[in-house]
């Protein structure tokens, strides 16, 4: 505990160190404070940056969602003592009258021994009696808890005033679907053959049916080792995009998943791409380099795993539901305020 307390801590003072360089009066804001010396020589924020600016942007972030949790939960605490107030009860009270005591009666013996034959144990049933009915208790609270917390949450504003950190994901060389007008651009990094990346992907087109011409979508890929029709499946997306059809082929290889090579040159000439320049684009790796130029941008920023999204520059790692997606591209347009609601692993 105190361990991890600690590195936190020094983790923060050095994260704000380098988002105050240009604040700090008497030293130049392009070089930013020192924030080590190594046999003399004086290193600065900016010269951090430039070297570590994946692993800074992945700290910073780390400390915000920290922030972020804390902020999640002053406010469940502040609105409950509030509610209390009003109530004229303890919180503990008001929990009692309004959670606890709306809570059904404990399962009856048959409908336990019915859960008990799904439970993965060789003890007997009159065993884990106990602890089934815990478990129960247990998960009934929450839910009613959960259920309790929403409508007093419903009955307030929450607006977020806690800023996000943010990258600039450069575009170039990069197929971009919406225009570069559009006041939201979502940049995935992902896998063709990514069973997560798959999921999100519907969430990704309803999103762009309902946004269309206020959100831009970006592709850039990071295929996975572990999976070994990802490379070319990449590349064959860009060998499309080279004949000018890249999100009609994107969109072909999420709809049917096959990414046999056959089978992604057969893609090529159902879209009626010229199937002699697809091949040959193709079996050379002519799209190679630049498939493994996004790669080594996606370990710049230290992603560990696909999907993994920014957008406007906010990072979200893991896959994401239209809902999901839909509140970030609201506070991004503007249209609702950053609430506390949490947003999942991101």
Known sequence: ?????????????????????????????????????????????ADVERKKSGSLFQARNTFYQAQRKAV???????????????????????????????????PSEESLRVYFEGVQTTESFE??????????????????KAAYFKTIKNDAVIALRLPAPRVPVSLKDTPLRGGRDAK?????YADFECPACQQSQPGLDKLETEYKGKV?????????????????????AHCAGAQGKYWEYHDKLFATRQLDVSQLKEHARSLGLDAKLFDKCLDSGEQA??????????QGYKIEGTPSFFINGRFFSGGMTYDQLRVIVDEELGTLPATTAPLGNF
């Open 1 to 45: 505990m105190f361990r991890t307390t600690a590195i936190l801590s020094l983790s923060s003072v050095f994260i704000l160190s380098l988002s105050s360089a240009e604040k700090s009066s008497g030293i130049s804001s392009t070089a930013g404070p020192v924030v080590v010396e190594v046999d003399g020589v004086k290193l600065t924020a």
């Open 127 to 144: 065993a884990v009696r106990p602890q089934i009915i815990e478990h129960i208790r247990q998960a009934r609270l929450e839910k009613a």
């Open 289 to 298: 380099e630049l498939v493994k130029s996004q790669l080594a941008e996606g």
């Open 216 to 236: 831009a979508f970006a592709y850039k890929d990071v295929p996975l080792p572990m999976h070994s029709h990802a490379q070319k499946a990449a590349e064959a």
């Open 184 to 188: 939201v651009t979502i940049v995935e």
């Open 72 to 106: 999640e939960e002053f406010v469940d605490d502040y609105l409950l003592e509030r509610q209390a107030e009003k109530e004229h009860l303890t919180v503990a009270q008001l929990i009692d009258k309004h959670v606890t005591s709306t809570l059904p009666k404990d």
